[in-house]
């Protein structure tokens, strides 16, 4: 079983709908999760990071944790076609820096 | 603020070749991180620099890859002999401290034939 599971998509909404992006994971050790974007042939760039259970808001984004369940999720409000790009949940192995990346979910946002 | 840069942002190569990897962190990054992302999958640490120290290198293929910090800042990064399943995009991250915002550079795409 892989530490950190997100399902790969691809996920195609029209411009405006809300976006669910979802991972689990399995280490309980995990104490902060981050979302991350990747648009083609970029390095990924942190979107957003949250320590806690319970939801973050920021703009159109809001990241969601429950701890209880292993299962973190990212919403995106009315989305954009800017919004198309792959999405990455990650979480620090340790205090040491190491990141464990979910697969990544591809997002596409028709106009 | 310059961000991450990496060269060449491409390479192909045949199998059983050489090949390295630049990375020039953001100034004043003690972190450097490579990762391996091969298509489809989300990035796999491969090694982690604390200034010039290795801090992580659990993942990385010892036989064919190697890595080195020279003077605490840019970073190489060599595959010998390459394999078909080499093929990723490298790319290299660095952050101010362990627990700081990684940045990732734009990667290299390395093609194995």
């Known amino acids: 079983q892989k530490e950190v599971e997100q399902d790969p998509g691809p996920l195609s909404v029209p411009e405006g709908a809300i976006v669910s992006l979802n991972c689990t994971y399995s280490n309980s050790a995990f104490q902060y999760f981050m979302w991350y974007r990747q648009y083609s042939r970029k390095g990924p760039e942190l979107l957003m990071y949250t320590y806690s259970s319970g939801n973050k808001e920021d703009g159109r984004f809001t990241a969601q944790v429950d701890k209880s369940s292993k299962y973190i999720s990212l919403f995106i409000r009315d989305s954009q076609p800017s919004d198309s790009a792959t999405y990455l949940c990650a979480m620090p192995y340790n205090q040491g820096g190491k990141l464990i990346f979910g697969q990544g979910t591809e997002l596409s946002v028709k106009p | 603020e310059a961000g991450v840069a990496q060269s060449p942002r491409y390479k192909i190569i045949e199998k059983r070749q050489s090949v390295a990897f630049w990375c020039n962190p953001i100034s004043g990054h003690a972190t450097l991180y490579w990762y391996q992302q091969i298509l489809g999958q989300g990035p796999k640490l491969l090694i982690q620099?604390?200034?010039?120290?290795?801090?992580?290198d659990s993942q990385l293929p010892k036989d064919r890859f190697s890595a080195e910090r020279l003077k605490g800042v840019d970073s190489t990064l060599k595959i010998q002999p390459a394999k078909l399943e080499d093929s990723a995009v490298y790319l290299c991250?660095?952050?101010?401290?362990?627990?700081?915002?990684?940045?990732f550079g734009p990667g290299t795409r390395l093609t194995v034939l």
């Open positions: 620099f604390q200034n010039n120290g290795v801090v992580d």
């Open positions: 991250a660095s952050s101010f401290g362990t627990q700081d915002t990684q940045y």
